[in-house]
Structures are given as C-alpha cells and as structure tokens.
C-alpha cells in the first residue's frame, strides 16, 4: 500500500514569511496527525482530525499555526508568520481510528528551515 | 500516559541481539507499551506493543516483567539497518488519543 505521503521535502524561508504543508494520508484512515520534531528531541504532537473535525489541537500555537482537512483526506498545516524556533521537521501520520497506535503510518516529513 | 525511561544511547554488534531497556515504574493497568523507531530521515516507525504478556512479531520480541514495571525490546540479530532512535512509550489504549514520543535511545549497530 501507499505510505503517507508529504511535501515538500524541504523549505527555507525567512522569519515573519508564511509556509504551508501538504499531507496525503494512507486511504482509508480516518485520523490523520502533524507533529512538529525539533533536532534532538522526540516528535510532539500539534493537532489531531478524526476524518474533517479536529480532536485535539491543545498544542498548537493557534496565534501562528493552522490546519485543516478538507472532505476527511488530504490536510494542510499553515504557518504565519514563521519564527526562528519554528525550525523543525513536520511529520505527518494517519492511522486507522482513534487510539490505535500500532496502525500509525509516519511521512517522511518536511524540514523547515527558518532563517 | 506513565513516563517512561530509556538510556540515551547504546552500541551493539552486528549479528548479535540487541536488548533495549525501558523503565515505567509508573505505567497503570491499561496503558499498553508501544515501541517505535526513527531512522535517520524518516518518520518513526511501529514495531511492536504489548500489554503484560510477551509478544514477538518479524521485527522484534517484547519481554514485559510480570509487575510490568519494565520491558525490553529484543532485535535477535541487529543489522546496520537497525541503527535509529528506539521510542518506548506507554500509551493507554483506546481513545486515548495522544501518542507521546519522548527523546528515545539512540542506538547504534557497529560492524
């Protein structure tokens, strides 16, 4: 089957500007996750849909990012405006349902650079 | 979800088993232990989870002790391609909805 799919793979841009992700998630998977990965420490969740709606987004900082899944597929993580701290890399994953942790499916993730 | 503690780093050689420890003196009756990995470049991986039984798979094996305050996950016989950072997390169950990844063990297999 096909993976999660993400891009781009890479972006630079300066602080202040504004950047967008792309997510295409495994068919048939109704959750779909973004987590942010700073170097060196373990991803940490930002927001979580359950098909369009979102279920958790208590770790998103709203006043920058958003997100959204439109028709329950495909999702877009938005940052506006960037700042330095926000480098990182953007994970994407989908999984079967709520709460089940051994269907997850990780993207290879996009790095952002912040300069 | 218990917290969980891995060392941060360890070595093992290739062709031997490779036994990752973790601690979770904390983790309660539902919370399930989850491994994944996270090879350099790529999102992290799952491996395998087990509740307090032990629990083998064609990636690896999971020995979780009966008080199941501690486990370890077992590769039989660490390749090159094993090298990652190892996540151990307790996770507890459905509709639980927040998998959380500490910072991991990073694990090396040298030649």
């Known amino acids: 089957e096909a993976g999660v799919a993400q891009s781009p793979r890479y972006k630079i841009i300066e602080k202040r500007q504004s950047v967008a992700f792309w997510c295409n998630p495994i068919s048939g998977h109704a959750t779909l996750y973004w987590y942010q990965q700073i170097l060196g420490q373990g991803p940490k969740l930002l927001i979580q849909f359950q098909n369009n709606g979102v279920v958790d987004d208590s770790q998103l900082p709203k006043d920058r990012f958003s997100a959204e899944r439109l028709k329950g597929v495909d999702s877009t993580l938005k940052i506006q405006p960037a700042k330095l701290e926000d480098s990182a890399v953007y994970l994407c994953a989908s999984s079967l349902e709520l709460g089940s942790p051994y269907s997850y499916t990780f993207g290879s993730g996009t790095r952002l650079t912040v300069v | 979800d218990a917290k969980t503690t891995q060392p941060p780093s360890m070595d093992c050689a290739e062709g031997r088993a490779a036994n990752l420890p973790c601690n979770h003196s904390t983790i309660s009756g539902n919370e399930y232990v989850y491994w994944y990995r996270q090879i350099h470049s790529q999102g992290p991986q799952y491996i395998i989870h087990?509740?307090?039984n032990n629990e083998t798979n064609e990636m690896a094996s999971l020995i979780i002790t009966e008080d199941r305050k501690s486990s370890t996950l077992i590769l039989p016989h660490a390749t090159l391609r094993d090298t990652a950072v190892y996540y151990c997390i307790a996770h507890g169950g459905y509709g639980n909805n927040r998998l959380a990844f500490g910072k991991g063990n990073q694990v090396v297999v040298i030649p």
């Open positions: 087990g509740l307090k």
